[in-house]
């Protein structure tokens, strides 16, 4: 599956626009000011911005409450540098 990089805007929420499971599945990386995250709810390249979660504050509806982080956004799919580092 060698195709063009992850998209530019992507969330875990499936009630958000930018949702995409099969994305989400392949498994996507993200790299926020030099480090590796695990814990992003949401990003977006082109703006240069991620949301991560607030703790283990929740909202009415019981989402997890955000807040949003500006800099520098990097992404890759996981399964080619999985595939890569084995070859």
Not at 31 to 39: A, I, L, N, Q, S
Request: glycine share 10%; aromatic share 6%.
């Amino acid at each position: 599956m060698a195709d063009t990089s992850p998209p530019d805007r992507l969330s875990n929420n499936p009630r958000n626009p930018h949702f995409d499971a099969t994305a989400l599945q392949r498994g996507v990386g993200i790299r926020f000011k030099g480090r590796e995250r695990e814990d992003v709810e949401e990003y977006c390249v082109s703006e240069g911005w991620i949301r991560v979660q607030a703790g283990k504050a929740v909202d009415r509806h019981g989402m997890p409450v955000t807040v949003k982080l500006s800099g520098p956004v990097e992404t890759w799919w996981r399964d080619e540098a999985e595939t890569s580092a084995e070859g």
